[in-house]
């Protein structure tokens, strides 16, 4: 098992209530691919640096996991299909 680093944003316009649905689906995702999540932070509702899909805000979630490839795979596939992210990142530490 590998330790990794994922930030990903979300879409502005969504309320309190989904915004804590999708934070969990990926929470409950990883757990149920068998990763262990050390760390997870909110970092709230910040602006873009340019538009990402016309949107200039975007909510900033940040997940450290340990997990192994498939796991780290079926996230960034589930972030892909997902409309409400806006852009993801995973980085090895």
Known sequence: MQLYETIYIV???LDTASLKAVEE???NLL???KATI???ENWGLRNLAYK???FKK????????????EA??????????????IR???TKI
């Not at 975007?58 to 490839?69: E, K, P, R, T, V």
């Open 11 to 13: 879409k502005q316009d």
């Open 25 to 27: 689906k990926y929470e």
């Open 31 to 33: 757990k149920l691919k």
């Open 38 to 40: 050390e760390y997870t």
């Open 52 to 54: 990402i899909q016309n």
């Open 58 to 69: 975007g909510y900033y979630f940040m997940l450290i996991f340990n997990s192994d490839i």
């Open 72 to 85: 780290l795979n079926e996230l960034e596939r589930n972030f892909g299909i997902d409309e409400n992210i």
């Open 88 to 90: 993801s990142l995973t």
